[in-house]
């Protein structure tokens, strides 16, 4: 292989000098040919360095024809995407023929996941008809997204590549955007003068009445400009709890609170509000108590090592800049997100997180039945992960590479609870159940019959894997990986609007 096709791979007896003379060009040449992606300046995804919006019709008849033979979606797409990546993997990682593995048992891996990511329904629906419908979820309506997740075959190769060596340089560059994230205090000062505003104004009402916040706002994990989230504590038999936000939100109107508004039908109904002073918006729910035990939980984990929040807003950071924040379109939650950062450092080796609820249990709640336990005296083990020295752009990259190679999406349910990796077949999560799909699975700590991935159907699998993907190679490769990392994704109607303009 030609020296300049060359990745910056840290391998045994690879002096650094000999790698830093690699281009810019180069790298991202290189990252290019390992996998398609959407090119930013040229507004189109690439494969190989082809534009696949000019052979986009001819890829649409193709996929036709394959169908009509009993080939599959699947294998419309990705059939050439394939064999192209393959051949590529084989030059770049240095697997050639003879260690390939046997066709049947490469392919079983592939049948398991597309027998869950594709077989959901009883029958199948196109991508176009599918856009029509369903929730109104516009990501459908890029036709250009999520068809470039590499097979299991290329998951296990990839399994295996070293991080490259000047990983731990980048680490300034991701810490500034990490600081640039951090709420200001006078915000933090805002949202405690709003709190006991706002207590005052309840509790003429209702005095044994609490206020908690909960959320991204009290757990630690917010970032600047977050709305906060409230709960109202209330022991009133006599009244609903439609009843309730009613009569809260008349209090909050005569208080001179703006826009507010009692969404008492919602999944989860609550009173929304905006406060003139502060200018910060609220939403309050009426005794939502597990989602304040689940606050105090993340809260805990976040003091014993300051590397869960570095990552978490970085990722948080990546998933928003990338689109792939948003439960209503099939995609994963911020909370979400967070565990599988919990997760993630629990799995570290040494590990730089414990697992709190399988220790003594010092903090102990029982909230609509149940049983909230675990160790809360964080202070004693602040040093925990101290014989772990990974830096946090090492550990980013280490993130990026699980989620996109590593994880056992057929079989696996990632466990906070028992800081592990667990069974889907345990759980019963292998098949979809109601509107619950089951393809990526994230247990909730404590209501664990909860699935935080349960909304993730199998089109938006498909472009959270590509996305993971896509970050996993921007970190491996890519000459400036803060920037190109948070590249905001421009959908491709978007883009044609903008064109047309």
């Keep these: 292989m030609h020296p300049e096709h060359r990745a910056p791979v840290q391998t045994s007896g690879t002096p650094p000098e000999r790698v830093s003379s690699f281009n810019a060009q180069s790298l991202k040449h290189n990252a290019d040919r390992i996998r398609g992606g959407y090119n930013q300046r040229e507004g189109n995804y690439t494969q190989g360095g082809t534009s696949l919006h000019l052979h986009h019709q001819q890829q649409q008849q193709r996929k036709h024809q394959l169908n009509k033979s009993g080939g599959g979606m699947r294998g419309a797409y990705y059939t050439s995407e394939e064999s192209v990546r393959e051949r590529n993997f084989q030059q770049q990682d240095g ?5 390939r593995s046997s066709k049947g048992s490469d392919n079983l891996p592939d049948k398991l996941e597309e027998a869950l990511v594709l077989n959901d329904d009883s029958t199948e629906v196109s991508v176009e008809s599918h856009s029509k419908s369903s929730r109104g979820k516009d990501v459908r309506l890029d036709l250009f997204r999520g068809h470039y997740v590499s097979s299991q075959r290329v998951r296990i190769r990839r399994r295996e590549l070293e991080c490259r060596y000047d990983i731990d340089d980048m680490t300034p560059l991701f810490l500034a955007i990490y600081r640039s994230l951090i709420p200001a205090e006078e915000e933090k000062e805002k949202q405690k003068q709003l709190l006991v505003s706002l207590r005052k104004l309840v509790n003429k009402e209702w005095p044994d009445a609490e206020l908690h916040l909960y959320g991204s706002c009290a757990n630690s994990f917010d970032v600047s400009n977050s709305d906060i989230d409230i709960c109202l504590a209330i022991d009133d038999s006599k009244m609903s709890k439609s009843e309730i936000l009613l009569k809260l939100a008349d209090i909050l109107e005569s208080d001179n609170l703006q826009n507010v508004q009692a969404l008492t039908r919602a ?4 009173v929304k509000m905006m406060d003139p002073v502060t200018g910060i918006s609220c939403d309050i729910c009426i005794n939502n108590l597990l989602a304040v035990a689940n606050t105090k939980l993340l809260r805990d984990y976040a003091q014993i090592d300051e590397r869960l929040r570095q990552l978490a807003f970085i990722v948080k950071h990546w998933a928003k800049s990338r689109g792939v924040n948003e439960t209503y379109r099939g995609t994963l939650s911020s ?14 080796k040494p590990a730089i997180l414990p697992c709190l ?18 160790f809360d005296q964080v202070d004693r083990i602040r040093h925990f992960g101290a014989q772990n020295n990974e830096s946090i752009a090492r550990l980013l990259w ?3 590479h699980y989620w996109a190679y590593c994880h056992d999406y057929a079989n696996d349910v990632i466990s906070v609870r028992a800081g592990r990796n667990i069974s889907k077949q345990l759980k019963d999560w292998t098949r979809r159940i109601g509107n619950d799909r089951h393809l990526i699975c994230i247990e909730d700590p404590f209501e664990t019959s909860h699935d935080l991935g349960r909304v993730v159907d199998k089109y938006s699998i498909k472009i959270l894997r590509e996305e993971f993907e896509r970050a996993a190679d921007v970190l491996q490769y890519d000459s400036n ?16 609007g903008l064109q047309s303009d």
């Design 95 to 99: 697997f050639g023929p003879s260690r």
């Design 267 to 270: 999944r989860v109904p609550i």
């Design 335 to 348: 909370y979400a997100y967070v565990l599988m950062c919990i997760h993630f450092l629990q799995q570290r």
């Design 357 to 374: 609820q399988e220790m003594e249990a010092t903090y102990l709640a029982n909230v609509d039945g149940v049983q909230c336990a675990y």
């Design 398 to 400: 280490g993130f990026f």
């Design 481 to 496: 990986p803060s920037v190109t990392l948070f590249e905001p994704y421009v959908p491709r109607s978007l883009q044609n």
